[in-house]
Each structure stands twice: as C-alpha cells, then as structure tokens.
C-alpha cells in the first residue's frame, strides 16, 4: 500500500482509541521490567539481554492487537517468554550484527537497525519461523522502506523532544503510539 508516515500515525491514534489506559498501562510495566534489571551492577546488563528478546515478542504480540483491533491484553507482553529461546537468539543476533554494522561506521549501523527492525513482528505473526529466517525475512522486506521508518523515527524523536519538556510524562503516551504507528507500517509493507 505504502501509506503516508502521517497516515500511519493517524491510524495508530485511531487503534488507541478507547485503549490508551490499556496500552500506557501496559508499556510502562514493559518499560519498568526491561530496564530495572540494567539499574543492577553487572548481573543486571545480562539479565536485561536475557529477557530483552521475549520482552521485545510480547511487545510485538500486543502492539500487533490493538493496531489490528483485536482484543490486547496486558498478558501479552509476557507471551514473548512462551516462545523464549527464539526470541532470545532473535535479539541476541539482532545486537550482534547492528554492532558489527557500527563498528565499519555509524551509519551502516543505523541501516543494519533498520533492516531488523521488523523481526518481532514476523516473530509475533509466525510462530515456526526460526530466528535467523526472521532477520532475513525483515531485511528483505525493510528493502525500500528504511528510509520512511527513519523519517518517522524523526517525527518521534521531534515529539519525544516536547515530552522531555513535560518532564518526561508525555513518555506515557509517546511509547505506546510509537509501538502501535511501527505495527502499522509493518502491516501496511506486509500487505505490498
């Protein structure tokens, strides 16, 4: 279809409706659990690595909901667990190739991000794919839309920009729109 950045986020307000306390309910709980661990010295940098893969699943599985209209439930940002040793290898490699990618330079990284951006969602929509074929299947399918996902990452970080100017509660609403815009357009590319 290849819909407007502006279109997408319209239509991701839209899925919110009636769901906000729902989804900023639940992304705050996402947000508390993935990044406490990192508050702990060094045990906690492997723990947030260890549940950052089935984390970043169930965020998908629940993102993937409400863009869809599906009843979303605050269960399913621990679904990601039920499936966590693909979910685990998923992020682990994921981590390994953009740091490879920034290690040549800084905007090769950046590409590699967004080449594996999509792999959660196709993790969430197909439940035997290995982790390796979903990086490959969100690399091939991220071919010609990495730019439109990094114009609409800049249309965040433009609003994460005010958000900080709320002291940071405009945060609460600002993730949960991110997660539901980035499951729209991945919706909208699988549909091409």
Same mark, same amino acid.
């Given at each position: 279809?290849n819909?407007?950045?502006?279109?997408l986020? @319209?239509?991701?307000?839209?899925?919110?409706?009636?769901? =906000? !306390? +729902?989804?900023? !309910?639940?992304?705050?709980i996402?947000?508390?659990?993935?990044?406490?661990? #990192?508050?702990?010295?060094? @045990? #906690?940098?492997?723990?947030?690595?260890?549940i950052?893969?089935? *984390?970043?699943?169930?965020?998908?599985?629940?993102?993937?909901?409400?863009? @869809?209209?599906?009843?979303? @439930?605050?269960?399913?940002? *621990?679904? #990601?667990?039920?499936?966590?040793?693909?979910?685990?290898?998923?992020?682990?490699?994921?981590?390994?190739?953009?740091?490879l =990618?920034?290690?040549?330079?800084?905007?090769?990284?950046?590409?590699?991000?967004?080449?594996?951006?999509?792999?959660?969602y196709i993790?969430?929509d197909?439940?035997?794919?290995?982790?390796q074929?979903? +990086?490959?299947?969100?690399?091939?399918?991220?071919? !010609?839309?990495?730019?439109?996902?990094f114009?609409?990452?800049?249309? *965040?970080?433009?609003?994460?920009?005010?958000?900080?100017?709320?002291?940071?509660?405009? *945060?609460? =609403?600002?993730i949960?729109?991110?997660?539901?815009?980035?499951?729209?357009?991945?919706?909208?590319?699988?549909?091409?």
């Amino acid at each position: 279809m290849n819909t407007d950045n502006l279109t997408l986020m @319209r239509a991701a307000r839209e899925s919110l409706k009636g769901k =906000w !306390g +729902l989804a900023i !309910g639940t992304f705050l709980i996402y947000v508390l659990l993935t990044s406490a661990p #990192g508050s702990v010295e060094s @045990r #906690g940098s492997i723990l947030t690595l260890i549940i950052g893969g089935p *984390f970043a699943l169930g965020a998908a599985i629940f993102s993937l909901s409400i863009s @869809r209209g599906k009843e979303a @439930r605050l269960e399913e940002i *621990f679904q #990601g667990f039920n499936r966590f040793s693909t979910a685990f290898v998923a992020y682990l490699l994921i981590i390994l190739y953009v740091v490879l =990618w920034t290690l040549l330079l800084i905007v090769p990284g950046i590409i590699a991000a967004l080449g594996y951006s999509m792999t959660f969602y196709i993790l969430a929509d197909d439940p035997l794919i290995k982790p390796q074929d979903a +990086l490959k299947k969100s690399k091939s399918m991220m071919d !010609g839309y990495k730019l439109k996902l990094f114009y609409l990452g800049l249309r *965040f970080f433009l609003l994460a920009i005010l958000c900080i100017l709320t002291l940071g509660i405009g *945060f609460l =609403w600002l993730i949960p729109y991110v997660h539901i815009t980035v499951a729209k357009l991945y919706d909208d590319i699988k549909g091409n």
